[in-house]
T-cell receptor, first 114, second 110 residues
Framework: EPEVTQTPSHQVTQMGQEVILRCVPI?????FYWYRQILGQKVEFLVS????????KSEIFDDQFSVERPDGSNFTLKIRSTKLEDSAMYFC????????????FGPGTRLTVL | KNEVEQSPQNLTAQEGEFITINCSYS?????LHWLQQHPGGGIVSLFM???GKKKHGRLIATINIQEKHSSLHITASHPRDSAVYIC????????????FGQGTRLTINP
């Protein structure tokens, strides 16, 4: 059964460094999302992406964040200059048809900023 | 004030019991999702509802749009149902986005 994959599963970085979190959505899906979950807190929406552009973004998704679908299969989240408070689990999700219809989530990348 | 509130926050029950998890929201929505988060962190989508009721196996989800309330029921609960269950609503005011509840931690003892 097709699934969303994410790499790496765990990334440790120093404050101020750039990180790129990678996701491979399910191949025939058109809608893509990033969410984050700080340890012990609820899941938060970051950004949605459709037709090679951002559809919606939250207040969290500031200029430090960017997303890209560089090659038609990968979907990346870049954090330019990481802060301690960026430490969280980052989930990618994809959906086949209408925006915010059934979404399939990846296993997540745990980002630790030291 | 949280836009999505779940109750209870924690629930422990014996195998076989009927489980109900509640979700109330304070904003206008176009759809509501129930998600399951496993102990390892992975998230699985269970249901998306905009009205009425849906059933999948031992899981039943209902929504009352007028009362801004949804419930997730599990019949004949099993230890493998132990997980965090999350309600998320698709709000219709301003930018379209999913807003998540804080989750309900369910533990089913054998």
């Amino acid at each position: 059964e097709p699934e969303v994959t994410q790499t790496p599963s765990h990334q440790v970085t120093q404050m101020g460094q750039e990180v790129i979190l990678r996701c491979v959505p399910i191949s025939n899906h058109l809608y893509f999302y990033w969410y984050r979950q700080i340890l012990g807190q609820k899941v938060e929406f970051l950004v949605s992406f459709y037709n090679n552009e951002i559809s919606e973004k939250s207040e969290i998704f500031d200029d430090q964040f960017s997303v890209e679908r560089p090659d038609g299969s990968n979907f990346t989240l870049k954090i330019r200059s990481t802060k301690l408070e960026d430490s969280a689990m980052y989930f990618c999700a994809s959906g086949r048809d209408r925006a915010y219809n059934e979404q399939f989530f990846g296993p997540g990348t745990r980002l630790t900023v030291l | 004030k949280n836009e999505v509130e779940q109750s209870p926050q924690n629930l422990t029950a014996q195998e076989g019991e009927f489980i109900t998890i509640n979700c109330s929201y304070s904003v206008g929505i176009s759809a509501l999702h129930w998600l399951q988060q496993h102990p390892g962190g992975g998230i699985v989508s269970l249901f998306m509802l905009s009205s009425g009721k849906k059933k999948h196996g031992r899981l039943i989800a209902t929504i009352n749009i007028q009362e801004k309330h949804s419930s997730l029921h599990i019949t004949a609960s099993h230890p493998r149902d132990s997980a965090v269950y999350i309600c998320a609503v698709l709000i219709i005011q301003g930018a379209q986005k999913l807003v998540f509840g804080q989750g309900t931690r369910l533990t089913i003892n054998p």
